[in-house]
């Protein structure tokens, strides 16, 4: 297969344009592309649920794939029982699952006992490593079954000491993301909070970065409202800390977590407010085919609150974008569009139009004032580009703020360089800038843009 055409594969089966599962299993059997390598590519659960019985079982039983990564891509729970037949739960309590809950141990202990990495493997490890396209856990799990050594990483990519260390010690939990019918009715009195975007586009870290800092700063009352989404936030939060970053949450079409967020100048004052992460592409596959999840959602989503729209827009698929056209622009528009359908932006009172990964801005010159580059750099460079590359969405914003009277802003994010897609480098909010800018700056917007209570009043 050619690289060119591997590329955009891997590249679609994200989302876009619908490819043939037929073909993907052909990928994979003709050793184009493994089903592990497709997962770690960001498949989509729709994809990976269509594949059939028998390709998922032979992959499980070559040991291409565990079913503990299947479950985490989002094969549906009913797949996996039948998958899990006898032979399989055999398997596992030899091995006492597929993964050792003491990952360093194990990898020593399988380099002794296995023969040297074969170049191959290791080889092309070298190369997915090189292209950004394997995750902590993925490289991990290839050390532990001694397909790669600490010495050949070090030599062939440009992965430091402290990173190949953090990897042997990669762990993330996985937590079961509960359906619409799970979630308790949406708080009302709150202002509802809607973070929409492509997979991979960003959500999850910025919400992630920004409820970090609302933790560390002493700026969270919980309520104990939804207990789920409670769960969901205490492990963004704990692994933020621990520098790693989320799992692909798109798997589910909406998550939710209810805080109140207390003003950093006045304490007493307490803003209610309803995070809601949507999967943007899923939103719009769900609408478009008139899936009965659709109606689930709009009744579920249905409230008085008022709302802010939190449009992510990924600066990085954008400069990384090969071959296949990749709209992202018309995608989120067509978001809009949607939520318009189901009466969400009568309620909006503001819309940011946040471009993610704004450590990886092209800068050229005159963009910047000054010798640095600073928050208000990365601001004006958010607010052309967008103006340039996202002309239509950018028009109906500014259509919305004239007649619907909706406050509407282009705002920079970045939790700063991320390597192996999991592990957030600079993860110390003593040293990393990004982490002192964005948060704070994406905080303040919130508080002037959402009403408090407590403070003997409540008001805006
Ligand atoms: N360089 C850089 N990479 C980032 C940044 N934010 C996120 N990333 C990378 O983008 C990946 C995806 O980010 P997520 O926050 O999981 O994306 P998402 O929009 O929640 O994706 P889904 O849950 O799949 O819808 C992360 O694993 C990081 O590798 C950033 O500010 N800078
Ligand atoms: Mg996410």
Known sequence: MDKFLKRAVLKEIKGGVDIRTDD??????????SLSEMINNGLRSEYLNKFSDRFLKDAITDKSVSVDTLVDAGLENSRTEDLLGESFSEDDEDEGGSISPDPVATAKESSKTTEPPNKNVAQSLIEDINDGVISAAALRDEMIRGNITDAQLFAGTKLTREIIARVKNFSSQKIPMPSISELPPILENSTDMYFLGMPESGKSCMLASLLTHVDREGLQDLTAYNPKGDQYRKQLVEEFKRGILPNSTHVNLINY???????PQKLEKKHPINFIDLAGEKFNKVSREGFPEFKELSNYLKNKNKKILVFVVDYYRDINKDLMVDDQGSNLLQVLTNLSKLGIIEHAESIYLVVTKADKFEFLEGDCEGDEISVEDRQNFAIKYVK???KSLYNKCKEL???QHINFRVLPYSIGPAVLKNLLKDFSPTTSDSLQKYPPLLLDRIILDTFSTGGGFFSW
Not at 24 to 33: A, D, T
Not at 257 to 263: C, P, S, T, Y
């Open 401 to 403: 703020e004239k007649t």
């Open 24 to 33: 993907l299993e052909r990928y994979h059997r003709e050793g184009h592309i």
């Open 388 to 390: 340039q590359e996202y």
């Open 257 to 263: 977590i209810q805080l109140n967020v207390r003003e």
